[in-house]
């Protein structure tokens, strides 16, 4: 099933992205028959449990992370998407660009607005005093928290299993408040996100799945495109 391009009465667009939208940029995705919860155990590495465990581990995988999202570049996906943002805004409208993704892909392109609801890679928390910071090196069990000094509280700032995601209602109000719900490159099996589009279906907003194949909730989508991110979403923007 193809979809029009964006048509021209649209105002505002809403766009959930997940991992699919950076595969092609070289970064695994989770749960594709090579991704990364294929090889690494989440609970043992993405929740607060594992990391008052075993935070060197932690550190080690979201150190790896971290340089590999370093030596990452944009694709043609991330651009497309700075392309709509601009074309909406140039109509009055807006593109609310809310992503799963830790990785930092989408501002690289362009994108002036993003809202990250699971955290970002290049940032990190002090968990002794609450302090977030940018941060593009490792970290470790002995990194010191620049605000208040204490060593071994510094942790990746990204919402694992459990945790509460980000921006809950600013999303909530842009959702319901869109012309278009569109999600590019999500497995659809990780809550609330995954809910998003029942969401909008139910408030009577149009849907669309960009995906490499069909999601866990493709049923729910009013329209699909499926192939890769850097081929499916320009032909979908322009
Ligand atoms: C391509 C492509 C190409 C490939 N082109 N496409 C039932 C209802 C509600 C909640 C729950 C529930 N049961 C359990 C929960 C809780 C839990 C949850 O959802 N668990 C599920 C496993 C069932 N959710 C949570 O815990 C969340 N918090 C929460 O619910 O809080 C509520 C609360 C209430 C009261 C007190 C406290 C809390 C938090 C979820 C946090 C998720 N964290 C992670 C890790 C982030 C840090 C990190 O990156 O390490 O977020 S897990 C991981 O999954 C990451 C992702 O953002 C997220 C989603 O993954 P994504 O992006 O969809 O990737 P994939 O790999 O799954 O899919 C990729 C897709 O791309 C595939 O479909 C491919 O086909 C496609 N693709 N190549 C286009 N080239």
Same mark, same amino acid.
């Given at each position: ?90 109509? /009055?409208? +807006? ?9 930092? @892909? $989408?501002?690289? *392109?362009? #994108?002036? &607005? ?38 071994? /509280?510094? +942790? ?9 995601? @980000? $921006?809950?209602? *600013?999303? #909530?109000? &842009? ?64």
């Amino acid at each position: 099933m193809g979809g029009p391009p964006v048509s021209p009465g649209l105002r505002d667009v809403f766009v959930l992205t997940g991992a699919g939208i950076s595969a092609e940029s070289g970064l695994g995705t989770f749960r594709d028959p090579d991704g990364l919860w294929r090889r690494f155990d989440p609970m043992r590495l993405a929740t607060p449990e594992a990391f008052a465990d075993a935070p060197e581990e932690v550190h080690a995988f979201y150190n790896l992370r971290r340089q590999g999202a370093r030596a990452a570049a944009p694709n043609a996906a991330h651009a497309a998407l700075v392309r709509l943002e601009a074309g909406l805004a140039a109509r /009055g409208g +807006r593109l609310f660009l809310c992503t799963q993704n830790v990785d930092d @892909l $989408h501002e690289r *392109a362009g #994108a002036t &607005a993003v809202v990250h609801m699971h955290g970002e890679l290049m940032r990190a928390r002090c968990i002794a005093c609450g302090q977030g910071l940018p941060w593009a090196e490792d970290l470790s069990v002995e990194t010191a928290c620049p605000a208040c000094g204490q060593r071994g /509280g510094m +942790r990746p700032d990204v919402v694992w299993f459990g945790e509460m995601p @980000l $921006h809950l209602e *600013a999303i #909530a109000q &842009a959702l319901d408040t869109s012309d278009l719900f569109v999600a590019i490159g999500t497995s659809g099996a990780v809550y609330p996100a995954a809910g998003f589009v029942a969401r909008a279906r139910a408030a009577g907003i149009p849907t669309h799945e960009i995906n490499l194949a069909p999601s866990d909730t493709a049923g729910l989508f009013a329209q699909a495109t499926y192939g890769p991110a850097t081929q499916a979403v320009p032909d979908f923007v322009d």
